[in-house]
Nanobody, 118 residues
């Protein structure tokens, strides 16, 4: 079992920035990657970004160049720096942690709300 605790969501104006954090605990030996996904009202959950312990990253096209994912391996914590936020970035952001390829082992956080006002 892996427990994930997210923080850093909130309300921000368009063009502003937020930084999300997600700390993992428990069976962290099983984790070789962490990521962020989001779900807007009435929409399916979508990938935002992933990062491996080796530092390889992957971004959704809609956030590339604006969001940066990073990981502190010593703290088992993943961060998402979000800049130039847009109203369409409004969603509940979920952290996940598990095993690549294929997320054969995967755990989810409880989610944190990000609201971007126009």
């Amino acid at each position: 079992q892996v427990q994930l605790v997210e923080s850093g969501g909130g309300l921000v104006q368009a063009g502003g920035s937020l930084r999300l954090s997600c700390a993992a605990s428990g069976s962290i030996f099983a984790i070789n990657a962490m990521g962020w996904n989001r779900q807007a009202p009435g929409k399916q959950r979508e990938l935002v970004a992933t990062i491996t312990r080796g530092g390889s990253t992957n971004y959704a096209g809609s956030v590339k160049g604006r969001f940066t994912i990073s990981m502190d391996n010593a703290k088992n914590t993943v961060y998402l720096q979000m800049n130039s936020l847009k109203p369409e970035d409004t969603a509940v952001y979920y952290c996940n942690a598990g095993t690549l390829p294929g997320w054969s082992f995967n755990s989810w956080g409880q989610g944190t709300q990000v609201t971007v006002s126009s």
